[in-house]
């Protein structure tokens, strides 16, 4: 591998579609070919606070995020250095122990609800995809995820969406559409986009 690896962004609110549309992606490529970073995996280490105190965390602030971590990982990917990537528990809140070694590929799919918030991220990425989701359908869809996969009750998941979820997609999230090459609706379900983004992909890796 000689050529630096293509970088692609993949925002969007929580529960709009991000991850679905990235293993759509992922799933029309061989294994060896694209590596996912999610920028979920870099929320501020919290391991020194109490869990009551990691409750109280606002997870949809920009300031939430070591981003500064995840810029200096995405330029040793981009240099062809392997990295040590942290691994999130949304369980408990915090960063776990383990780390996993990952070596670059030629193509790096940056995922998360912020990565076209801050200019230092978007400066990195050759394409940026937002995932655009009507907010009725975000909040369905994190009602069931959080319940069943991050150990929520429902009054938590409602709470956590108006007074923070809500507000910060409004502030930060939506805003940062404007910086996005492609937008796409509706999320993991739209195979016409996923289709587009795969043959540029290939176009892409087919010059390199
Ligand atoms: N088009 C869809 N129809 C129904 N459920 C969906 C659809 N896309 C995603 N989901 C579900 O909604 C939840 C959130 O989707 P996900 O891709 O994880 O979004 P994000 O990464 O943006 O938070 C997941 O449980 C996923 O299975
Ligand atoms: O400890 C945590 C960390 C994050 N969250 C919420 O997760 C979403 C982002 O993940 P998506 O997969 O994009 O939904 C974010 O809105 C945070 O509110 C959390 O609840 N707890």
Redesign the pocket.
């Known amino acids: 591998m000689r050529d630096k690896p293509v970088v692609i962004g993949v925002a969007g609110g929580?529960?709009s579609g991000?991850?679905s549309v990235t293993r759509s992606i992922c799933q029309r490529f061989t294994d060896k070919t694209i590596l996912v970073v999610e920028q979920?995996y870099y929320?501020k280490d919290q391991s020194h606070l109490p869990l009551e105190e990691r409750l109280n965390t606002n997870?949809?602030h920009p300031l939430a995020f070591d981003n500064d971590l995840l810029i200096d990982h995405l330029r040793d990917l981009m240099n062809h250095k392997p990295i040590e990537k942290p691994v999130y528990d949304?369980k408990i809140?915090t960063r776990s122990d383990e780390v996993i070694h990952v070596k670059p590929k030629e193509v790096i799919i940056v995922e998360?609800?912020l990565i076209l918030e801050d200019p230092r991220l978007v400066d990195l990425m050759d394409i940026k995809v937002f995932v655009d989701t009507d907010a009725d359908l975000r909040i369905i869809r994190?009602l069931l995820r959080d319940i069943k996969e991050?150990g929520r009750s429902l009054d938590s998941v409602i709470d956590?969406y108006i007074n923070?979820?809500r507000p910060a997609h409004l502030q930060f999230i939506e805003p940062s559409k404007r910086y996005a090459d492609i937008i796409i609706p509706e999320g993991g379900q739209n195979h016409v986009a996923i289709d587009i983004m795969a043959s540029k992909i290939e176009t892409i890796l087919a010059k390199k």
């Open positions: 929580s529960g991000k991850t979920d929320y997870y949809d949304y809140h998360g609800i994190r991050r956590q923070s979820v």
